[in-house]
């Protein structure tokens, strides 16, 4: 129960909902009152119909719906696109081998002291 993975996990799932309530609050709190401001009407909850006697709140569903997308895309523009970047600039081109050269006709990697392309068998010039 101890293990690792079983702690790791736990810690994640607890860290998953804290971080799930604090980008649902930036959303409620800041993004749909933005889009309100621009848009005019920030709830849809109050569109229904009623077909015998069921009532169908499809406003409610405009709202979970629009709620996932600027979710969605808040998670895509300030974590997903910010990572990736600073995982792009912390990974390191590996040096060149020194004991390898390429081949002037077929551009295979070749040993520095080979006089043949074992590839393309072309003659190479002694280095």
């Not at 979970?64 to 696109?81: E, G, P, R, T």
């Amino acid at each position: 129960m101890l293990r690792g993975n079983v702690v790791d996990l736990a810690v994640a799932i607890v860290i998953g909902v804290a971080f799930t309530a604090v980008i649902t609050a930036f959303v409620e709190d800041l993004v749909t009152p933005l889009i309100a401001a621009l848009g005019g009407e920030p709830d849809f909850s109050a569109l229904d119909f009623t077909i015998n006697g069921s009532t169908f709140r499809y406003g409610d569903f405009i709202n979970k719906v629009i709620s996932f997308l600027i979710i969605a895309a808040v998670i895509f523009f300030f974590v997903v696109q910010p990572v990736n970047y600073l995982m792009q600039r912390a990974k390191k081109e590996p040096p060149p081998d020194p004991t390898l050269k390429k081949c002037p006709e077929c551009l295979s990697d070749i040993p520095v002291d080979a006089r043949r392309c074992a590839f393309c068998t072309a003659q190479l010039a002694a280095a």
